[in-house]
T-cell receptor
Framework: EAQVTQNPRYLITVTGKKLTVTCSQN?????MSWYRQDPGLGLRQIYY???????DKGDVPEGYKVSRKEKRNFPLILESPSPNQTSLYFC????????????FGPGTRLTVL | GESVGLHLPTLSVQEGDNSIINCAYS??????FIWYKQESGKGPQFIID?????DKRQGQRVTVLLNKTVKHLSLQIAATQPGDSAVYFC???????????FGAGTRLAVHP
């Protein structure tokens, strides 16, 4: 089944404790992206990647890191999480020439205490 | 499940009626305008897009209208069904950029 998977789905952590949210897709998509979703703000893009070893900042990259060492994986790293990073996070992927049509994962609910 | 949008504007319609969801955009230089649907507990799902040089595009039971003069985008859903209940997001893709900028969303509630 074609899908985008994220792990973990739920995470409660404390301020300053490094964490990684994994994202994997099995559709051979070149483009991958991370969004955060907060009430009343829609989805805001954190980082995106056009292909392996190519990443770019989105609209809200501060406090986040990403890497794209393999085509299928695009982990989101929070080196020192803070409470304002409590949010619902989505990973998405698409073919590079079809960025309008992104396939989203199920979401990761992160709470930073 | 995972969901957000506790304070979203809500459109309530009767099953079988047509729905019109509106969106105002800000960037005149956007190449594409896109609609996504997010059901409760799920990630957003692509519905339809329209290029900036078009003013209307039809899909299966959906029509997107683009009015560049007033920077307005709408999604029309014909014969709305209970399965259409979701949060709908408009998004724009700035010209020359491989990124989407999403609006805040509108909740569509379909009543039997």
């Amino acid at each position: 089944e074609a899908q985008v998977t994220q792990n973990p789905r739920y995470l409660i952590t404390v301020t300053g404790k490094k964490l990684t949210v994994t994202c994997s897709q099995n559709m051979n998509h070149e483009y991958m992206s991370w969004y955060r979703q907060d009430p009343g703000l829609g989805l805001r893009q954190i980082y995106y990647s056009m292909n392996v070893e190519v990443t770019d900042k989105g609209d809200v990259p501060e406090g986040y890191k990403v890497s794209r060492k393999e085509k299928r994986n695009f982990p989101l790293i929070l080196e020192s999480p803070s409470p304002n990073q409590t949010s619902l996070y989505f990973c998405a992927s698409s073919f590079a020439d079809r960025v309008n049509t992104q396939y989203f994962g199920p979401g990761t609910r992160l709470t930073v205490l | 499940g995972e969901s957000v949008g506790l304070h979203l504007p809500t459109l309530s319609v009767q099953e079988g009626d047509n729905s019109i969801i509106n969106c105002a955009y800000s960037n005149s230089a956007s190449d594409y305008f896109i609609w996504y649907k997010q059901e409760s507990g799920k990630g957003p799902q692509f519905i339809i897009d329209i290029r900036s040089n078009m003013d209307k595009r039809q899909g299966q039971r959906v029509t997107v209208l683009l009015n560049k003069t007033v920077k307005h985008l709408s999604l029309q859903i014909a014969a709305t069904q209970p399965g259409d209940s979701a949060v709908y997001f408009c998004a724009e893709r700035p010209g020359g950029y491989n990124k989407l900028i999403f609006g805040a969303g509108t909740r569509l509630a379909v009543h039997p």
